[in-house]
């Protein structure tokens, strides 16, 4: 089982910044993968980013130039560095982690934090 804690939404203007982050309840090195998915308003979720273990990054098109994301391993927690942040990227972010027990795949999901962004 991994809990994953989600924090640093808000609302925020065309251009701005935020910073989420994703706090689990055990250690990320031992998670296979992490990251970033959102779901807007009326539409599906999408992937944002992810991160796996061996350190390897994904980003959707839409992302790429302005979001990073990173890790820290000693906290536990996986951030989501957003800049240039634009009205379509309003929406609930969740954060998201992929971890076997033996062959099994798991999947766990935060609870999700919204993102604003509007003038």
């Known amino acids: 089982q991994v809990q994953l804690v989600e924090s640093g939404g808000g609302l925020v203007q065309p251009g701005g910044s935020l910073r989420l982050s994703c706090t689990a309840s055990?250690?990320?090195?031992?998670?296979?993968?992490m990251g970033w998915y959102r779901r807007a308003p009326g539409k599906q979720r999408e992937l944002v980013a992810d991160?796996?273990?061996?350190?390897?990054?994904n980003y959707a098109d839409s992302a790429k130039g302005r979001f990073t994301v990173s890790r820290d391993s000693s906290k536990n927690t996986v951030y989501l560095q957003m800049h240039n942040l634009r009205p379509e990227d309003t929406a609930v972010y969740y954060c998201h982690a992929v971890d076997y027990v033996a062959t099994r795949r798991y999947d766990y999901w935060g609870q999700g934090t919204q993102v604003t962004v509007s003038s």
């Open positions: 991160l796996t273990s061996d350190t390897s990054i």
């Open positions: 055990k250690s990320i090195f031992s998670i296979n993968a």
